[in-house]
């Protein structure tokens, strides 16, 4: 059974720093990409970046670009998501998701993590 | 940037009902679609991929269709455990991956 459990969240002010974790097991990690996807309180799904299997490959929503740095250690099972200049906007929970498919295109995402919840606030 | 827009917000259906919800792309996404299901508190949930293929052990009341801007999710008769929002996204041209704003299906 694929499991995805993420963790590192917290409350954070504003300008600071936090990095989520995502530990994965059951499947072959380094044969999928992967995805940060987040969900503000109350709000729909926002897509917030990916990365291919290698790590050579990353993308970004316009609104974390710059700020956000997705990664993953293929020898951790592990995916990572550094969150710097951190916004209220950014409050969410923040799902690790693996990507349905593909290891080197992004395509559907399946399945989720339970997510880790980060608030922004002073 | 492909804009995905969902309608309606709201649908209010009854038990054992047929439930039609729609998603449209602002630009062709061709059959690269996926549909999606969140109840209250859960992690979201793969219904259908390729616009028309349901996911592992998805009840055959769900179904896709639709191809290049227009596509449908039908829930062919509504059970208890269908009230949730649903939710679209294409995978076409990245990035964004973006989402349609969601459909949530209550009792009427």
């Known amino acids: 059974e694929v499991q995805l459990v993420e963790s590192g969240g917290g409350l954070v002010q504003p300008g600071r720093s936090l990095r989520l974790s995502c530990a994965a097991s059951?499947?072959?990690?380094?044969?999928?990409?992967m995805h940060w996807v987040r969900q503000a309180p109350g709000k729909g799904l926002e897509w917030v970046s990916s990365?291919?299997?290698?790590?050579?490959?990353?993308v970004y929503a316009d609104s974390v670009k710059g700020r956000f740095t997705i990664s993953r250690d293929n020898a951790k099972n592990s995916l990572y998501l550094q969150m710097n200049s951190l916004k209220t906007e950014d409050t969410a929970l923040y799902y690790c998701?693996?990507?349905?498919?593909?290891?080197?295109?992004?395509?559907?995402?399946?399945?989720w993590g339970q997510g880790t919840q980060v608030i922004v606030s002073s | 940037e492909i804009v995905m827009t969902q309608s309606p917000a709201t649908l209010s259906v009854s038990p054992g009902e047929r439930a039609t919800l729609s998603c449209r792309a602002s630009?062709?996404?061709?059959?690269?679609l996926a549909w999606y299901q969140q109840k209250p508190g859960q992690a979201p949930r793969l219904l259908i991929y390729?616009?028309?293929t349901r996911a592992t052990s998805i009840p055959a009341r769900f179904s896709g269709s639709g191809f290049g801007t227009e596509f449908t999710l039908t829930i062919s008769s509504l059970q208890s455990e269908d009230f949730a929002v649903y939710y679209c996204?294409?995978?076409?041209?990245?990035?964004?991956?973006?989402f349609g704003g969601g459909t949530k299906v209550e009792i009427k």
């Open positions: 990365i291919s299997w290698d790590g050579a490959g990353t």
């Open positions: 996204q294409h995978y076409y041209k990245w990035p964004p991956l973006t």
């Open positions: 998701v693996k990507d349905g498919y593909s290891a080197y295109d992004f395509s559907w995402f399946d399945p």
């Open positions: 059951g499947f072959i990690f380094n044969d999928y990409a």
């Open positions: 390729a616009a028309s």
């Open positions: 630009q062709s996404v061709n059959s690269n």
